[in-house]
C-alpha cells in the first residue's frame, strides 16, 4: 500500500484522490540551486488538464499549482518541493448510480477486493487524474534535465490500427500530436465515430530521449529499460511497452539487429539507446502500449459488490481516447526516472 | 551502482562475474519455517545450465548449489540465504583477444563509459551467466509460491518468425519448450542454419501465472504490471513486454477490450489478469521479446578502447539463441516479483 | 537530500519551512479501513503547537490540520494520507537581522555549507516548527497502536541538573509533565531565571512503550533499538539515548545486568524491552538527551555568510527549554518506529 | 525479517550463522576503480578475530577472506564485492545442552518468539560473530575514506566503574586500547576477577571521525547523528550512544554548550561536529555503552522453551568483556554510515 513513492533520488510521492479536496506530489532529493520555473511547469500542466483539448473529457479544472515549499526567492532549496492541485469541479453525484457496481476494465473491483473499502467517486486513487501530480513532479524534471541538455518528447504512432508512419521530428501539432499529420483526419474521424458509439479507442505512443550520457542506468536489476519500463507501465492505461526495434527485434538475425560501431559512432540505433541496460549516448526510443479508455456508455454485463449481475452504461464526461492527454504523463514519467539515473551516476563522479 | 537487489520484502541480492571465482545469491526476506527443497531448486539451476541442452553453448557448467546460511535442519530460519555457484569451466583465455574490443550489441561499451573499468573476461556482470544467481533465487521463491497455490510456467510463443500457435497447456517439452509443437522442425532447422551462417536468433517467451489471488500490487507507482515488467526487462536481452492482449489490445475498440464479469466471474481475460495494476484473480499472461544474441562469429564492424576502427568476429561457445535456457530465467523473475507482491500485501492482513 | 520519509511500511513523508506557506506530512502505507480520528490527532497537535503552554515561545499558530486525502467517510482508505498545517503567525521580519549570520548551536552554517542558499527566515527546515508534520504522523500511527492495545508516554525525568526521581506513572501534569512533580517548584524558578538571564535549559526526556508484543525488530541492521534510535535521534535537539539501564549498564556486572526468566516472565527489565534488538514483551524503555536550545538573547560570538566575526543577540520568540513541547515529538516518532515494525513483522504472519 | 542490509549507496548486506558453514558479506554501491588492499582489510579482521586477543574467548578462527568477486586486477569493478568467511572452529557441540533453554540477556528467547524456530548452535545470526562481516565491509570503508583524508578510532573509555582520563590520542595500545593507560593495570585484574567469579563486564567506548567535509548528512529524518546511531545501536551489546558532551550537555546552560565561531572556526565542539544532523566540519565524537556480555558461567534462573523453570550456567569459550574486539566493529558501523553519507552527498555535486 506504500507505493506512491517513485524514484531513488529525486524521489516524487503523489496522494489525493480524483474527488476529493486536492491532489498534489511532493518531490524529495530536487537539487538545491535550480531556477523554478512554475510557468513552464504549469505549461506541462496545460497539456494534461481536463478541458485542455478538443476532444477530451469534458470535466474543466484549471490545475494550477499551489507551491507550498522547498522554493525561496525563485529557487529550489534542496528541500522538499510540495505542489498542491485543488479539485474544483468534482461533480461527484455523477458517480453515486455506479456506487455498487463494477465498471468493467477499471480498478473498482480489484480496490474492493484489496481495500474492502473503495472511493466511490470517480476512481478514487485510480482515477486518470492522479497523473496530474505526475505531471507537476514530471515537468520538474523536464526543466532540470534541460539544463543538461536532455530533451524529451513523446507523440502518438497509431490509434486502433491508424499507424502514422514517418521520422520523429518534435514538436508535434495540436490537436492530435501525431507524429506525421498525413492520416490526422482519418484519426479524427475515428474518434468522432467512437463517440458516436458510446466506444472508446487506444492506441500507441513513441517517446524519445535526447541527449542523454553514455552511462546512465545500472547493470542487473536496474537498468535503463527496467526503470523505464517500471516508471511508464505504472501509467494507468498503458499493457506494453517496447524499446528500439522492440517485438520487431525478434523477427530478424543477430547480425541484422546489433548496432555497429565505427569512429563516428553507432551505424543504426536498434537498441533504442541502451545496452546491457546502461544508457550508450544515442537517443533512447520507446513505444508504449495505451488500452482504450474503459469508461464507454456502451451497456456491458458486470456483477454489483453483493456478486450480482448488472448492466452498466457508464454516463460521465469520460475521454473516448486518452493518448493526447496521456502524451505529458509519459514525457513525466520519462523525466523522473531518467533525472533519477543522473542523480543515481552523480554518486560516483568523485571517483572516477 | 547499488543496483544489484531486487524486491521489498522478498529481497534478492546477487553478485559475481561470468569469469570470476564464484556466483550467488542472497535471498534476505525469506519466511521462516519453510521446508528447504534443495533438490528442486538444483532441477531449476538444470534448465537454465550451459551445456544442459543439445542447442546451447558449450560450456559446461554443473551449477551446483552451495547453501552457506539461511537453512537448519532442513528449514528456512528466517535468515539471509546465501547460496553460491562456483566457476569452474571458465576458459577466460578466449576472450583476451576481445580485450580491447567493444563487442556489437553487447555492454562492453557502455560499462567501459559508466565505470571506466571492463573485465573483459566475458561479459563480466552482464554475461547471461549473472541469471543462474536469479534463477537460484527464484526457485525458491517458486517453491513457496507453490505451497500457496500459485504456478509459474513459461514457453516459447516464437522464433523469428515462425510463431507456435495454440493453447497455453504446460508441462511443456524439450528440447524447445515452445507452446505448441507443431514447428518444432521448422525452428530446429531454422537455429541449425543460423548456427551455420554465424547468425542468431531471437524469440517472443509467453509466462502465464496461475492461482494468484485478487489484490496483489499497489496503486500508482508499484502496480503489478510495473513490477513485473522490471523484474522481466531487467533480463538481459529482452527488448519488450505486453500483458493480456498488450500492443493488440490498441488495435481494438474498449467495448472489445473490457472484461466484463457474470456472476461466474470474469467473461475474458484480455487484460491479462491485472487491473488497474491489481490483480484481479484471473491467470496473469505476458509476453517478452528476446532479441537475437548479441555473440556472433559473422564479422562486423566495432571500435576498441582508443576508438580505432576494427573487424570483430565472436568466437567463443555462444548460443545461437538464448530463448530455451531463459524460460527459466522469466520464471524466476516472475516467481520473485510475485512474491514480493505477496508479502507486501500479507503486511496488511492483520488490519483488514 | 532525499531524506524527508521515514518508516518501511508506515512511511511518513514531511514537508514545509518554518517561515513557508505550510508545512504538511504524507503518510503512505497506512493500513485501510481505520477510524480517522482527527479530534484525537488534532489533540497532539495541541500539545506541541507553540502558544499552547505557559513556558513556551510567544509565536501562536493553531496548527489546524487541513487533511487532502485517503480518508473518506471518516475512514482510512488504504492511500496516502496529506495533512497540511498552513503557517499563519510567521513574522518572518524578525529573523532579517540575522539573514547573513550564523547563529551558534544552529544549523544555519552547516545548511549553507551543503546547499549554498539557505532559507534565513527562521530555519527553514531545520526549524523545530518541522516537528508538528512529525506529531500529526505520529498521532495517527498512536491512534492505531491503541487499537493493538500499545501505548506510548513519555516525561521529563530531569531539566539541567534538577532530577525528577520516581516510578513512570502517566499520565503526567501540565505545565510541566515531569514523571514527578516533588521538584516542579524548583524547576520553574530555573526556567524562569534562565529566561532572566537570557540564556537556555536542556534535560532528559524519559519514554515508555508499553504493551509491545514480543518478536517486533530484526535482528542485525534493524533492531529494534537502531530504529527507536533513528527515529529519536532524528529530533532537533537530541544529543543522546539509552535504552533500559543503558550508560548505567556499563557500570554493574553481567550477573547484575542479565535479566532472569522465571514461569511468570522476566524478573527485572533492565535490558528496557529488547534482546537482541528484537522486543521480548516487556514495557519498551529509553531515554533522550535534549540539549539546551541553542537560539538565546545573550551575546554570542559568530561569523557571517562572509567570515567576518560578529557577535549576536538572537531576538525572537524563542522557547527557554523545549522539554514540554518535545514530549508529543518522542512519542509521535516512537509510534512511527513501533507501528513499522509492527507491519514489517505482519508480513510474515501467514507464513507462520 | 529483511534488516540485513544496510546503508543507502555503500549498501552492505551480511549473511551467516555463527555455527553455519560460513559467513560473508555483499558490498553493493563500491565506487569502481579503488585498489583493493586486501592485506589491510584481514588486519581490521584480526583485530576483531576471536583468539585473537589474550583477554577473549578460546574460540579460535583465522577470518580469512575469500573474496568471490567485484575485483579485478586488484581494483574495484563498480560491481558487487562479496566476501565469504568460512567457519572452522565451531564446537557445536558446546551449544546442545542449552538447545531447549533461553539464555538471560539473550535474544534466544526473542528469536523463538519471532521465528517459532531457532538456531540453537550459538547464537545463529545474534552471535557477535556476525560482526566479522561487518568488519570486513567496514574495513574495505575505511580504505575509501581514508583516501579522502577520514580516519576513524575507536579506544575504551571505560570499564565498569573505571573511567580512563585524559585526551584521546590514537593509536593506542595492546591488549587494552584504552584512552590512556594509565588504569590498564586495574582493569586487567578486574576482567580477571570477573573470569573468576564467572562474571563479565561491559564499559564505554569512544570513537573519533577525523576530516570530514562539513555538509554531510541531511535534514529531517537522515541526520548524521541518526544514521550513525541507527548503525552503533544494530551493534549486539549496544544499550546507549551519545553525541559530543551528549547526556552531560543537558547539565549546562544554552549559552555555555553552543559552539561560538571565530574567523579561525569553531571555539569549542561541544557538539561532536554534527548541528542540525549535518557535520560542520569539526571532528566527530561519540561515545557507546556496551553492557556487560550476557553469557556467564554463574548460575541464573531460566525457562525452556516449554515454560519450565530451568538453571543455567553457559559453559563455553565467552569472552568476559567484548569492548576490545567491539572497537573494530565500531570503527566499521561508522565507516560505512559514513561513507554511505558521502556518496549521497556527491549526488548533488554537478548540481552546486
Not at 10 to 21: D, I, L, Y
Not at 313 to 329: F, K, M, S
Amino acid at each position: 500500500m506504500s507505493a506512491n513513492t517513485f524514484g531513488r533520488n529525486f524521489r516524487v510521492t503523489t496522494f489525493g484522490e480524483s474527488h476529493g479536496k486536492a491532489l498534489g506530489v511532493i518531490v524529495d532529493g530536487c537539487p538545491a540551486n535550480i531556477e523554478f520555473d512554475l510557468e513552464y511547469i504549469q505549461s506541462q500542466m496545460a497539456r494534461r488538464r481536463p478541458g485542455g483539448t478538443e476532444i477530451g473529457t469534458k470535466r474543466n479544472e484549471a490545475d494550477r499549482l499551489d507551491v507550498l515549499s522547498g522554493v525561496f526567492e525563485g529557487r529550489t532549496e534542496g528541500t522538499p518541493i510540495a505542489m498542491i492541485i485543488y479539485n474544483s469541479d468534482q461533480k461527484s453525484h455523477d458517480y453515486s448510480t455506479i456506487k455498487d457496481v463494477f465498471r468493467p476494465g477499471h480498478a473498482d473491483y480489484t480496490y474492493f477486493m484489496k481495500y474492502g473499502i473503495r472511493d466511490y467517486r470517480g476512481g478514487g486513487r485510480s482515477s486518470g487524474r492522479e497523473t496530474a501530480a505526475r505531471v507537476a513532479a514530471g515537468a520538474l524534471a523536464k526543466l532540470i534535465l534541460k539544463g543538461k541538455g536532455i530533451e524529451i518528447d513523446a507523440g502518438i504512432r497509431s490509434v486502433k490500427n491508424i499507424v502514422c508512419k514517418g521520422e520523429f521530428l518534435p514538436p508535434f501539432k495540436a490537436p492530435l500530436f501525431t507524429i506525421s499529420e498525413e492520416r490526422d483526419e482519418e484519426i479524427l474521424s475515428l474518434i468522432e465515430e467512437a463517440k458516436r458509439s458510446k466506444d472508446s479507442l487506444g492506441g500507441i505512443v513513441e517517446c524519445h530521449i535526447k541527449g542523454v550520457p553514455a552511462g546512465l542506468g545500472d547493470p542487473v536489476f536496474d537498468k535503463a529499460e527496467a526503470l523505464l519500463s517500471h516508471a511508464v507501465m505504472s501509467i494507468g492505461a498503458v499493457k506494453g511497452i517496447e524499446f528500439g526495434l522492440g517485438f520487431d527485434a525478434t523477427r530478424i538475425y543477430g547480425s541484422e539487429n546489433n548496432d555497429e560501431m565505427t569512429s563516428s559512432g553507432f551505424l543504426t540505433n536498434n537498441a533504442g539507446g541502451i545496452l546491457g541496460g546502461i544508457t550508450n549516448g544515442e537517443e533512447i526510443v520507446f513505444r508504449a502500449a495505451f488500452k482504450p479508455t474503459p469508461s464507454i456508455a456502451k451497456e456491458q454485463k458486470t456483477v454489483d459488490t453483493e456478486g450480482k449481475e448488472r448492466m452498466i452504461e457508464i454516463e460521465g464526461r469520460h475521454d473516448p481516447i486518452v493518448l493526447v492527454r496521456a502524451l505529458p504523463v509519459v514525457e513525466a514519467m520519462s523525466a523522473i526516472a531518467i533525472l533519477d539515473m543522473y542523480l543515481e551516476d552523480s554518486k560516483y563522479e568523485r571517483q572516477r
